[in-house]
């Protein structure tokens, strides 16, 4: 893999995420880009026999709308890895039925919108460190969250997915820093990944 590779994933990402496909066709898609991609974060070695990610069935009232508060200052988030800290600054936060959600704007070149989110189905049913609703740096736009006039958010959970480091060791992730650690378990969008029991 190269940054060729990274940048190839990162458009096919962005076109799954814009596309007109149902959600079944875009988990579908999702599918087929992380078993055949050189991008990838299966590992290289489980990609052939990859049956597809898991995912909790669609819930139609995994789709919420939510106001947004206001929000202000910065938190520095460790990825664990190169990035080392990455400084994020707050953007608004969600009133959503889950719990209060922070919206995070990337404080880097171009920036970007960051939201990551750690549930009470956390470390038991989906990845322990959290999920990612929307991460527009990686191409991730439109489906998870949607901006509405009137300072209102559209929340699709159904789209909730794991970050990379959670397919293998080898990446590093931001992740979901204390405000966006809600109790109330989300059942929706991807579970955890187990390479063991495939």
Not at 13 to 25: E, I, V
Not at 77 to 84: L, V, W, Y
Not at 115 to 131: N, Q
Not at 145 to 170: E, F, H, I, K, Q
């Amino acid at each position: 893999m190269d940054d060729l590779d990274v940048l190839d994933w990162r458009e096919r990402t962005a076109a799954l995420y814009l596309s007109d496909d149902d959600l079944t066709g875009f988990r579908a898609g999702r599918d087929e880009l992380f078993r055949t991609h050189p991008a990838s974060p299966i590992p290289g070695d489980d990609r052939a026999g990859f049956p597809g990610l898991d995912w909790f069935p669609p819930d139609p009232t995994a789709v919420v709308e939510a106001a947004l508060r206001p929000a202000s200052g910065t938190e520095s988030i460790d990825t664990g890895g190169p990035d080392r800290v990455v400084r994020y600054r707050r953007l608004a936060v969600a009133d959503t039925p889950w719990g209060p959600l922070t919206l995070w704007w990337i404080e880097a070149y171009g920036g970007g919108l960051f939201v990551p989110v750690r549930d009470g189905t956390s470390g038991r049913e989906t990845y322990g460190g959290g999920r990612y609703l929307t991460d527009t740096v990686k191409g991730t736009f439109g489906r998870g969250l949607t901006l509405l006039p009137g300072r209102r958010v559209r929340l699709d959970v159904n789209y909730l997915y794991n970050p990379s480091c959670a397919y293998d060791d080898t990446w590093a992730c931001p992740l979901a820093p204390p405000e966006n650690r809600v109790d109330a378990p989300i059942r929706a969008g991807e579970r955890a990944y187990s390479r063991h029991d495939r």
